[in-house]
């Protein structure tokens, strides 16, 4: 009997509720998957995926990142992730200081702090590790690194919730999501008008003092615009990066209850939890890219002018990049090959060392909180988002 033709449909209820046996399927069969209705591509192997993250002359982000904005014409609001050199290079620079490994060093003890201000609400040995916990405390790490007020911070994590949203078989927003866009747009606008008149120590503000060149030589200062275009995007990758992560690490280790053994028996463990974590339920599963010409992979060959999918997610369960590659191992061999989690190339997440600190910083805590926990699995509630996976509700019952 022959077997079906791989069919990957990104925007599938099947491939929100688990795309790791689709990715198999198109890692074997078809490597280089084409899908002639949609008119896209999507790479799955490690070694093509890595490809093209390192190739930005063939691989373009300058139509955007998801396939509605590629296929699209417009071009996106101007924001780092929309860049390619020398503009993304340049601006790259300048906002790399901010997460300097002292910057980033520096932001620990008000991380620690929100933590324990989390965990020390929950009064019960009931509660849901994202809506209690994993969803509040990251966004208020990076919005209050970017300048945002503390009443507004949650609502921040609210509109990125609202914007990523997809029902099954929708390729773009939905009218409250494009509510939200517009509303998150409005507001970082006016913040930044805001800081305009009345600087602060914070992010925004040394954004519109600093100065960066473009093609002409000249220096030139960045406009409302971009600035607005970069605080949305930092709210929203500084968000849903640990917010996810740590939601699908409580699953993750009560399936796997030897790992979080390995954890409560030796802390020093942590770090490359988390580095497993990312390679095995890394919350961001694809970014599509646009071909400005035949871009060429190890597995074959893609036209110019094509949206193209790189599925980071399905590379990292690749097993011809990772020995037993479908087993989460916090002690595996980290050298076999590069982890996508966090990107690759000249856009991988700029702010993975602070993602990674604030993911150690909460394992760690709830290791304390939590030592042996039962995930009350018909609670459990996957998101149905645009690139990202993950839960928005893990309940779990803590055991005295």
């Known amino acids: 009997m022959t077997k079906p033709k791989v069919v990957f449909d990104p925007f599938s209820a099947e491939y929100f509720a688990y795309p790791f046996d689709i990715y198999k399927r198109m890692q074997d069969e078809a490597p280089v998957y084409y899908d002639e209705e949609r008119d896209f591509y999507a790479l799955t192997r490690h070694q093509d995926v890595a490809a093209a993250l390192k190739d930005h002359e063939s691989f373009s982000s ?16 101007k924001s780092i992730i929309f860049m390619d050199p020398p503009d993304h ?9 901010a997460f300097t490994p002292r910057a980033v060093q520096s932001q620990k003890d008000a991380v620690v702090e929100l933590i324990t201000h989390y965990l020390g609400k929950i009064d019960s040995d009931e509660f849901d590790v994202v809506q209690d916990f994993s969803g509040p405390f990251p966004v208020e790490v990076i919005t209050q690194m970017a300048g945002v007020p503390e009443d507004y911070r949650q609502q921040v994590r609210h509109w990125i919730d609202a914007s990523l949203h997809r029902e099954p078989g ?3 927003f939905n009218e ?25 120590d914070d992010m925004i503000s040394r954004l519109i003092t600093a100065e960066i060149p473009r093609e002409d030589g000249q220096l030139h200062k960045l406009d409302d615009l971009e600035i607005t275009g970069f605080a949305t995007l930092l709210g929203g990758a500084g968000a849903e990066t640990v917010t996810k992560l740590i939601g699908s690490a409580v699953v993750t280790f ?16 942590v770090p490359a939890a988390v580095e497993e974590l990312l390679r095995y339920v890394g919350p961001v599963q694809y970014n599509v890219r646009y071909t400005l010409k035949d871009a060429h992979v190890p597995s074959g060959t893609i036209p110019a002018g094509k949206a193209v999918f790189l599925m980071k997610a399905a590379a990292n369960r690749d097993p011809r990049a990772f020995t037993n590659a479908e087993k989460f191992d916090i002690e595996r061999d980290r050298t ?20 990674r600190m604030e993911s150690v910083v909460a394992l760690e ?27 928005s509700h893990v309940p779990v019952k803590v055991l005295r």
């Open 170 to 172: 929708q390729i773009t």
């Open 62 to 77: 300058s139509r955007g990142c998801d396939l509605h904005m590629v296929q699209s014409g417009e071009l996106p609001q």
């Open 89 to 97: 290079r340049h601006l790259r620079s300048l906002l790399n200081k």
């Open 176 to 200: 409250a999501g494009m509510q939200a866009v517009m509303d998150t747009a409005m507001y970082y606008f006016q913040l930044v008008q805001e800081r305009r008149a009345n600087p602060q």
């Open 254 to 269: 009560a399936e796997n209850p030897d790992q979080w053994q390995l954890l409560l028996d030796d802390r020093s463990k």
């Open 365 to 391: 805590h709830l290791l304390d909180f939590m030592p042996r926990y039962e995930v009350k699995w018909d609670g459990l509630q996957r998101v149905t988002m645009q690139n990202v996976s993950g839960y």
């Open 336 to 355: 076999e090959a590069q982890n996508l989690g966090l990107g690759y190339g000249i856009h991988s997440c700029l702010g993975a060392a602070l993602a």
